[in-house]
């Protein structure tokens, strides 16, 4: 028996007579299709890498790291005795001056917000913006001001010795 074009070839496919024709077509629809999701998972699978990458990037920034304090004097030895750390927040309203005072301990602090000046006995003086870090004078007598018109954020760190004052006001 001859075959034409026009002949129809059936075969039974899950109990469902489709046209062998048919069959091919579909089978290349499928591929096209699995290959399609494929690689649109590949690029959701690569998509979201990259985005928890970002979201969970660390950044570490050193705000300071010296062995001396603001005005280049070497900081003293740590104290004998238990080691006590006193965190502060110390909020300074605009035109505000604290009262001469010093620490007998090492200390540093980093301001939040504001502006901050810090002049020693001997007028040597450091202008603070926020952001920035200072690592403060130990054993001098010195004042802060705010001579910005924002109050003044500062969270200082101390670094003393149990039972010992950390400021000594003059």
Not at 39 to 49: K, V
Not at 83 to 96: D, H, N, Q, S, V
Request: with cysteine; aromatic share 6%.
């Amino acid at each position: 028996m001859q075959r034409t074009r026009n002949d129809v070839y059936w075969r039974t496919r899950k109990s469902v007579r489709t046209p062998l024709i048919c069959i091919g077509v579909y089978k290349k629809k499928e591929y096209r299709m699995k290959k399609l999701i494929s690689g649109i998972c590949f690029a959701l699978l690569l998509s979201t890498n990259v985005l928890a990458e970002d979201v969970i990037a660390i950044q570490v920034d050193v705000l300071a790291k010296t062995s001396l304090s603001w005005d280049g004097s070497r900081l003293p030895d740590y104290s004998k005795g238990t080691p006590e750390i006193t965190i502060l927040r110390i909020k300074i309203p605009p035109g505000a001056q604290l009262p001469p005072h010093k620490h007998p301990v090492i200390n540093a602090g980093v301001l939040l917000s504001g502006e901050l000046t810090v002049v020693t006995e001997d007028n040597r003086t450091l202008h603070l913006k926020a952001g920035e870090s200072i690592v403060e004078v130990v054993n001098k007598w010195h004042h802060g001001k705010n001579e910005g018109t924002k109050t003044a954020e500062i969270i200082v760190f101390y670094a003393g010795v149990l039972d010992t004052p950390i400021t000594i006001e003059k």
